[in-house]
């Protein structure tokens, strides 16, 4: 979008820098503009850290002193004591700058991530959104970017915490016992052998566990969708039972998780009990054999209990981060999809359209689809012609609107719009000049004014009311008590279908678009909302390019040609006249939907 300006931080993970199979690498590439952040945090982290790190050091020193006894034996504690009441003045301080780091680097990861989602979901094609469902990637957005940030702060608390230990025990030892230091080695091999038994199961079940509560959401959703109808057919038993199913899956997947993390955990804790009890033992045969000194004994121990720990810690980060590389693959699945509408560097459509659309002998099959939807589409629109498509149901009708909205690619021929192929331009600079009145009209939790304005910042309230009046809508919004400002709910259930209509019709009007593109609503509206409706629709097309899937007799006598589509193919066209007295296909489609209709 902003080429001129730096790239956001966020466009980094668009550009094919997010790789779902290298979990680990691209979990990295998450902080790349956050770098010395981190290192400056795990800098503060192991200063912060140093007074627990340390303490089995001064405890050992504290209890040679002791057990050697001597008069400078308690000057000798003050001074360890003094040495380690200034390692423990720093930490808050210090603790909570490295929070403060921490989080601002996570939060900024969060952040960024999400925008590289939206951003990429407001790039792919509608074909992409015909393979997933809206609440699966909703689950994405929210609860997989959640899993990621989680994974992050587990690595920085417990894993780094881990890695400490490990790293300062092994120093420790080895300076002071290197023998010891063997035996500390032997645990690690005995956490990555931990590791390799357990890896798939964790992979495999993270991955159902997924899978399910995406499966979980796209349910719920649909329920809440579906409620109305439900209720009015009596089938809440039916429904409840549905999702109550899908709960269960749930519960028994998320029982053979729970089961198998604590499996792992418990197993890793016996195996690491046993060494340390090893450790034990062995240290007391070394005292008794004056290898070592009894402080040394101590403090073998401690650190022996503290590397113990920190291995299990470490493994502990593991089921996160099976299920982190997990929630990365799932992003990918939107971060990495192919479907993406390719406009950057493309020339933009001349503004204002002049608003001639051919289409040269298009063809169209749907990727799934069994049998080709148009074939061999020849039609020349010429600009501020109004052409009526009709056919029945799955005659391709919507299907050649889409491919005019540049929805789709044509699979055969090219559309022209004014004399370019539309596969050469920017669609975005040409879908800016159209007005799109679809089957069924969306609105969203707003005000009746930004649902008309939808986008567009400088309205002012002559245009909005002249819209409005165009749109038969104005007496309606008179009679709200709160006029403009009405609040339309999430679904818009105070509106009548024709007034919903009309709604979509004002949104096209306001923004006194080139080219208007329109399939009509199906149902069936009474004679008032009819009328109200036509006369909109005048407005609308009147001096406008219009291409309109028609349902309606009286929508069709407005059209200067009718284009009859029957399995995807032009059979016919012309002005209705014309269409009627050949007494072919559009006559047949006439008496079926009622002729009085057609004479009225
Ligand atoms: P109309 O709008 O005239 O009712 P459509 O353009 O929706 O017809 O559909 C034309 C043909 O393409 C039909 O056979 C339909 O089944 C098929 N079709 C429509 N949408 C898809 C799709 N997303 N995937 C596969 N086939 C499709
Ligand atoms: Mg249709």
């Not at 994974?151 to 400490?164: A, I, S, V």
């Not at 204002?352 to 020349?380: K, M, Q």
Request: hydrophobic share 45%; aromatic share 8%.
């Amino acid at each position: 979008m902003n080429a001129s300006a730096q790239p956001a931080p966020w466009e980094k993970l668009l550009d094919g820098r997010f790789d779902s199979k290298r979990p680990g690498r691209t979990l990295w590439g998450l902080f790349a503009d956050q770098r010395g952040r981190v290192a400056l945090a795990v800098l503060l982290y192991i200063i912060k850290q140093s007074p627990s790190s340390l303490l089995p050091l001064a405890v050992g020193m504290i209890v040679d002193a002791l057990t050697n006894g001597g008069d400078g034996a308690f000057r000798h504690i003050l001074a360890i004591a003094g040495v380690y009441f200034l390692l423990l003045l720093q930490n808050p301080l210090v603790h909570t700058t490295f929070v403060r780091l921490m989080s601002g680097a996570l939060r900024h990861m969060q952040f960024n991530l999400r925008s590289a989602l939206v951003e990429r979901l407001q790039e792919l094609s509608i074909t992409f959104y015909e393979e997933k469902q809206t609440s699966a990637l909703q689950t994405k957005l929210l609860r997989d970017v959640d899993a990621i940030d989680g994974l992050c702060r587990h690595l920085m608390h417990t894993g780094l915490n881990g890695l400490l230990v490990i790293t300062y025990v092994t120093i420790i030892a080895l300076i002071k016992q290197p023998l010891l230091a063997v035996y500390f080695l032997v645990t690690v091999p005995a956490g990555v052998a931990l590791l390799k038994i357990f890896d798939r199961r964790f992979k495999e079940q993270y991955k159902a566990m997924r899978v399910e509560t995406e499966q979980m959401n796209i349910r719920v959703g649909e329920m809440l969708q579906m409620l109305p109808v439900t209720r009015a057919h009596g089938l809440e038993d039916f429904e409840t039972r549905g999702v109550r199913s899908v709960f269960e899956r749930i519960r028994e997947r998320g029982l053979q998780v729970d089961t198998l993390t604590e499996f792992f955990a418990s197993s890793s804790w016996f195996t690491f009990m046993l060494f340390q009890l090893a450790c034990l033992v062995f240290s007391a045969w070394l005292v008794v054999h004056h290898r070592i000194t009894v402080g040394d004994a101590v403090m073998y121990h401690t650190y022996f209990g503290m590397l113990i720990g920190a291995v299990q810690q470490f493994l502990s980060v593991f089921p996160a981060l099976a299920q982190g590389a997990d929630a990365v693959r799932s992003l990918g699945e939107v971060l990495e999809a192919e479907h993406i509408e390719h406009n950057d560097g493309k020339p933009a459509a001349t503004d204002p359209l002049r608003g001639e659309i051919i289409f040269d002998h298009v063809g169209f099959s749907y990727p799934r689809g069994r049998e080709v939807a148009l074939t061999n589409i020849s039609l020349h629109v010429r600009a501020g012609e109004t052409i009526a498509f009709v056919g029945e149901s799955g005659a391709g009708k919507s299907t050649l609107v889409n491919l005019a909205i540049g929805f789709r690619q044509p699979t055969a021929g090219k559309i022209l719009l004014d004399g370019r192929d539309l596969r050469e331009l920017d669609l975005r600079t040409y879908r800016r000049q159209i007005g799109v009145v679809p089957q069924t009209t969306l609105l969203f939790n707003g005000s009746l004014r930004e649902n008309v304005t939808y986008g567009l910042d400088h309205v002012t309230d002559d245009t909005l009311w002249q819209v409005l009046a165009d749109a038969n809508l104005a007496t309606f919004v008179r009679s709200l008590p709160q006029g403009l400002n009405t609040p339309l709910g999430e679904s818009g259930t105070m509106l009548s279908g024709g007034q919903r209509q009309r709604l979509a019709i004002a949104r096209a009007l306001v923004r006194n678009p080139r080219l208007v593109i329109l399939d009509e609503a199906t149902s069936a509206l009474d004679t008032e909302s009819e009328r109200l409706v036509q006369e909109a629709l005048v407005r609308l097309t009147k001096g406008r390019t219009t291409l309109i899937v028609a349902h309606r007799f009286s929508t069709i006598r407005h059209a200067h040609r009718i284009v009859v589509l029957h399995k995807g193919a032009i059979v016919e066209q012309g002005t209705q006249d014309e269409l009627l007295a050949r007494n072919g296909q559009f006559s047949r489609l006439a008496r079926l939907q009622g002729v009085q209709q057609l004479h009225a």
